[in-house]
């Protein structure tokens, strides 16, 4: 039980990852407010975990929601333990000139204001739990990926900005760190490799770009995530925590 009691907002965690780490938390004895697009998904998602926890609908690319969502929270629980952002969209598939505006500023505003958000609203009540702060990134942020141009921008912001939060609220006893998966097999990613050119061939290749020999499901990223909001990851902020099979090493093998 090494979340015993502790409340935690975790964005999108009606389904995928944020799903996975929403059982993660709950089994380690925490309590779940699960913020998601659907309030069916999001309570459906909750009662999954057992009594106790929280899931209803808030769009986290609008202030006004984020800031009613935490104060719900507040009221329902009375104290805010862990902020994990998590929510994200990944779409569209482009190179940077193909990109909408309002696609560059859904994916913003999703992925990256969203924290602006979380952060503005909740940090009062982890100043006073002496709380921190995960956010889900992605290993595409700091290496770039072809034809993602605008969502490598956003995750690249998100690892950056998880260093500079972790320097301002370190003196507060907030920690702010990031876990970078490179494939998870989520809803996100069977919608991805439709969009890809080639879709028949690209299990394979999401087998092939981890070096550990597989495509994995999100509880490594679960995994990972309970240690980062634990007491036991209790000296480490600032942290971007690739949870990438290896990855991001080296050349390929050699039977590539
Ligand atoms: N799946 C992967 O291979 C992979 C790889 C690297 C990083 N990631 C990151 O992991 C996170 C989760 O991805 P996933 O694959 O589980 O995705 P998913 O599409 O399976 O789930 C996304 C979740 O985010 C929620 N969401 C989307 N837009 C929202 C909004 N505006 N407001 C509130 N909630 C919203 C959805 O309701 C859902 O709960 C994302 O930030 C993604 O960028 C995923």
């Known amino acids: 039980m090494r979340l015993k009691d502790k409340v935690i907002f975790l964005s999108g965690g009606s389904t995928g990852i944020g799903l996975d780490c929403a059982k993660a938390y709950a089994a380690e004895g925490a309590k779940v407010v699960i913020v998601a697009r659907h309030a069916a998904a999001s309570a459906d998602a909750a009662k999954s975990l057992g009594e106790g926890h929280l899931g209803f609908a ?9 800031e009613a969502a935490i104060a719900k929270t507040l009221e329902h629980f009375g104290r805010l333990d862990v902020i994990h952002n998590n929510a994200g969209i990944a779409t569209p598939s482009k190179p940077l000139h193909e990109t909408s505006e309002d696609e560059w500023d859904s994916l913003f505003n999703i992925n990256l204001k969203s924290v602006f958000h979380t952060t503005r609203f ?43 939060m972790a320097l301002d609220y370190a003196p507060l006893g907030i920690r702010v760190n990031a876990v970078c998966p490179a ?64 990855a991001e090493l080296g050349y390929r093998r050699p039977n590539d």
């Not at 956010?135 to 072809?146: D, E, H, I, P, R």
């Not at 490799?193 to 490594?220: K, M, T």
Request: net charge negative.
């Open 122 to 164: 909740g940090l009062e009540a982890l100043k006073a739990s002496k709380g921190c702060i995960l956010n889900t990134s992605s290993l595409v942020g700091v290496m770039g990926q072809a034809i993602h141009a605008a969502y490598t921008a956003t995750k690249g912001g998100m690892n950056t900005l998880t260093k500079s």
């Open 183 to 246: 494939g998870t097999w989520t809803p996100m990613l069977r919608t991805w490799c439709a969009e890809q050119p080639d879709p028949s061939s690209i299990e394979r290749y999401l087998d092939e770009i981890h070096p550990l020999g597989y495509c994995p499901e999100g509880d490594v990223i679960a995994d990972a995530s309970v240690f980062l909001v634990s007491n036991e990851a209790r000296f480490v902020t600032g942290h971007i925590m690739h949870v990438s099979g290896g």
């Open 58 to 66: 808030c769009d986290v690319s609008v202030g006004e929601q984020v």
